[in-house]
C-alpha cells in the first residue's frame, strides 16, 4: 500500500553489487531495453517523514540476491542533440534461481514502528535504492554502447 502523507528520501549509500547477465534489445524504434541479472548490498540512510511520524533517519541495509531487472529507455532529441530518457524500470527477483530482495532497517531513534509503516519504509528503500543500481548499470552499459554508435554515425 501507498499513504500520500509519508515522505522518504534515501541519502549517503554505498552499494557493491554483481551483474551476472545482460541483455540489451530494441523493442521498437526509439527504444532500448536492458535486461540485467544481479546480486548486491547496500547501505544508507533512508529518511522518512510525514504520515504523524516524526521526521527521523535510519540506517538501512538491502540485499539482492538474483534480483532481475528491465530498464526501457527512449530517445529523445531536443534542440539537436539526443538523449536517453527513462521511459519504465521493472524490478523483480528470479524466483526459479530462489531470488530474494530483504531490507533491514537498524539505529532508529526509537523503537518498532507499526507494521503499515514499516511495510512503506521497506517498499521505499526496496524502490529508491533498487532503482538507483538499476539505472546506474544501465548507464554504464549504455555509455560505451552510446559512444559506439556516436562514432559509427
Known sequence: GSFSCLEAAQRDTSVQADLHDV??????????????EFSG???????VNGCDIVSTACVD???????????????????????L?????????NDELGGSIS?????CPFGDWPD????????A????????VVLEFAAGLL???AEDLLVDM
Open 143 to 145: 555509455t560505451p554502447l
Open 125 to 132: 528503500v526496496e524502490r529508491l535504492v533498487l532503482r538507483g
Open 103 to 107: 531490507v533491514t532497517l537498524s539505529d
Open 23 to 36: 541483455s540489451i534489445t530494441i523493442p521498437r524504434s526509439g527504444a532500448i531495453r536492458i535486461e540485467l
Open 85 to 93: 530518457d527513462v521511459h519504465e524500470v521493472e524490478i523483480g527477483t
Open 116 to 123: 503499515f509503516v514499516q511495510n512503506l519504509v521497506d517498499e
Open 61 to 83: 541495509s538491502l540485499t539482492v540476491d538474483r534480483g532481475i531487472a528491465e530498464v526501457e529507455l527512449e530517445l529523445e532529441v531536443s534542440n539537436g542533440k539526443p538523449s
Open 41 to 47: 548490498y547496500a547501505e544508507g540512510e533512508i529518511y
